[in-house]
């Protein structure tokens, strides 16, 4: 089973993205990064033309070929950091998404595509938000946490510290500086960085087993007292990997 079937097969996230599809969907639509193809056959039932653009070449024989059963649906082998394109799009679907856009290209696209929307484009997703949480784990270096492992205690609230709105073009830089208070009296070792996708003013989706598992990040250990506050030092571009991430951990004062 490859990566693309994984993400066909993890129907919460196919599922609320074909929901908000149907609702959204309208006129000239492109789907970018459109991997299998199944958001952009979704779409076609609603628009009148579907752009759907994909350069990985390991996908793209297979997609094409599915695609050409779709009159209205367009297939482009193009890099969607940078395609050109004939006409602006009424709505624009980029589902190439990862925990707080780090490590994946859904930014870098939308601030290219952001010269074919008009004022009333629709975005599908409209936002997603992130959180960062202190906790004790065993970990030597980045890592996702799925599956609930590995195991993990939690040493504070989730704190939110960036939302991201897809239809204005976005910094891709980050650099927060992010209170946030312990919980109870541990040493914390790490933190969790957990997004939320906001498909729809109506659909908000938490992970899935394809969707923007959180990330732990190490830090140095660090004992905290109950109610304590830290300051957290938070770097990373988004779109610039998991190797792009800093971070540093400082008491209040």
Request: a negative charge; charged letters at 30%; aromatic letters at 8%.
């Given at each position: 089973?490859t990566y693309?079937?994984?993400?066909?097969?993890?129907?919460?996230r196919?599922?609320?993205?074909?929901?908000?599809?149907?609702?959204?969907?309208?006129?000239?639509?492109?789907?970018?990064?459109?991997?299998?193809?199944?958001?952009?056959?979704?779409?076609?039932?609603?628009?009148?033309?579907?752009?759907?653009?994909?350069?990985?070449?390991?996908?793209?024989?297979?997609t094409?070929k599915?695609?050409e059963?779709?009159?209205?649906?367009?297939?482009?082998?193009?890099?969607?950091?940078?395609?050109?394109?004939?006409?602006?799009?009424?709505t624009?679907?980029?589902?190439?998404?990862?925990?707080?856009l780090?490590?994946?290209?859904?930014v870098?696209?939308?601030?290219?595509?952001?010269k074919?929307?008009?004022?009333?484009?629709?975005?599908?997703?409209?936002?997603?938000?992130?959180?960062?949480?202190?906790?004790?784990t065993?970990?030597?270096y980045?890592?996702?946490?799925?599956?609930?492992?590995?195991?993990i205690?939690?040493?504070?609230?989730?704190?939110?510290?960036?939302?991201?709105?897809?239809?204005?073009?976005?910094?891709?830089?980050?650099?927060?500086?992010?209170?946030i208070?312990a919980?109870?009296?541990?040493?914390i070792?790490?933190?969790?960085?957990?997004?939320?996708?906001?498909?729809?003013?109506?659909?908000?989706?938490?992970p899935?087993?394809?969707?923007?598992?959180p990330?732990?990040?190490?830090?140095?250990?660090?004992?905290?007292?109950?109610?304590?506050?830290?300051?957290?030092?938070?770097?990373?571009?988004?779109?610039?990997g998991?190797?792009?991430?800093?971070?540093?951990?400082?008491?209040?004062?």
């Amino acid at each position: 089973m490859t990566y693309y079937d994984d993400l066909v097969n993890d129907k919460l996230r196919v599922e609320a993205f074909t929901k908000v599809i149907k609702q959204e969907t309208k006129n000239i639509t492109y789907d970018l990064g459109t991997g299998s193809g199944i958001l952009a056959e979704a779409a076609s039932e609603y628009a009148s033309k579907v752009y759907a653009i994909e350069s990985n070449p390991l996908i793209v024989k297979k997609t094409r070929k599915k695609l050409e059963n779709y009159p209205n649906i367009i297939f482009l082998q193009e890099d969607a950091t940078k395609v050109e394109l004939p006409e602006k799009a009424d709505t624009i679907i980029c589902e190439m998404l990862d925990t707080a856009l780090i490590d994946e290209q859904q930014v870098p696209v939308i601030n290219h595509i952001h010269k074919y929307a008009k004022e009333d484009t629709t975005f599908i997703p409209k936002a997603v938000y992130s959180t960062l949480q202190l906790i004790n784990t065993k970990i030597a270096y980045i890592t996702y946490y799925e599956d609930e492992h590995p195991k993990i205690t939690e040493a504070s609230d989730e704190i939110r510290y960036d939302y991201i709105e897809f239809n204005k073009r976005i910094d891709e830089e980050i650099n927060k500086e992010i209170k946030i208070k312990a919980n109870k009296k541990t040493t914390i070792n790490a933190i969790k960085i957990t997004t939320y996708t906001i498909i729809n003013d109506e659909t908000i989706l938490a992970p899935t087993p394809m969707l923007n598992p959180p990330i732990l990040i190490p830090i140095k250990d660090t004992s905290v007292k109950m109610d304590e506050k830290l300051t957290i030092n938070l770097r990373y571009k988004m779109g610039g990997g998991i190797n792009s991430i800093q971070t540093t951990v400082r008491r209040n004062k």
